[in-house]
């Protein structure tokens, strides 16, 4: 390189660092290449700084943060019920005679589980979507089909309670007396003396007394009930 009216030592040191700037060059790798046939850009992730907020950022999270909770919604009924949601402003007979249909099936499986709680959440929210639909006679048909559902559902969980409060009397059954004739006489812890059918014992009547048992009746809530007692059955079960 020539540098004109420049003294000597001037261009002997220009000389000395070009020639050290070439020889930095030539020992710095160059930048790895990318891997065949991936994308630069799917490389660059943009993070904003903490504690700085970005409104390019925050406007995709939200976008994506409200996609979710739509989703969340739409699924949500579904999810709690098990049964399709009904848009009131979309539906059909189509739609509420499919929903009927599922809605039976689903009651089926949960009374046959003993599940009556579950059993009559399902119906209370299947009537409410159909009840609108009710002009309809194959809806109508369906519509009384679960409230028929919703009814044993409700008995069940009466006799569940009704069983609970019977035990709570704590009648146990120690034996059973018999004679030739066919008289049969129950013994019951605490009473005095045996006792035969139609006698009272706790708030009950003795309705039958067979060779291993004694069925007792009794009222709860205005319904009468009738449960068995085994000799020597524990009456806590």
Not at 103 to 119: M, P
Not at 145 to 153: E, F, G, M, S, T
Not at 154 to 160: E, G, I, S, T, W
Not at 188 to 215: M, Q, S, Y
Request: aromatic share 8%.
């Amino acid at each position: 390189m020539r540098l004109p009216h420049a003294p000597s030592s001037i261009r002997l040191l220009t000389c000395v660092m070009l020639a050290a700037a070439r020889l930095a060059g030539e020992d710095t790798p160059p930048p790895p290449a990318p891997a065949h046939g991936q994308d630069d850009a799917k490389e660059w992730v943009f993070n904003p700084t903490p504690g700085r907020p970005d409104v390019f950022y925050d406007y995709r999270s939200f976008l994506t943060l409200t996609q979710t909770l739509r989703a969340q919604d739409d699924s949500s009924e579904t999810a709690r019920t098990g049964l399709p949601t009904i848009n009131s402003s979309q539906a059909t007979n189509d739609t509420a005679i499919e929903l009927g249909k599922e809605t039976i099936v689903q009651l089926d499986l949960l009374l046959g589980q003993h599940k009556y709680d579950d059993a009559e959440k399902i119906a209370d929210a299947s009537l409410k979507k159909l009840e609108p639909f009710a002009s309809n006679p194959e809806i109508n048909h369906y519509i009384e089909r679960i409230k028929a559902d919703h009814d044993l559902a409700d008995d069940a969980l009466l006799r569940v309670e009704a069983e609970e409060s019977f035990d709570s009397l704590g009648l146990k059954v120690e034996g059973i007396l018999w004679s030739e004739n066919g008289t049969r006489l129950a013994l019951i812890a605490g009473e005095p003396h045996a006792l035969a059918v139609n006698d009272r014992v706790k708030d009950c009547v003795i309705v039958v007394i067979d060779t291993d048992r004694v069925e007792f009746r009794y009222h709860y809530k205005r319904k009468r009930f009738e449960f068995p007692r085994y000799v020597g059955e524990d009456s806590t079960k």
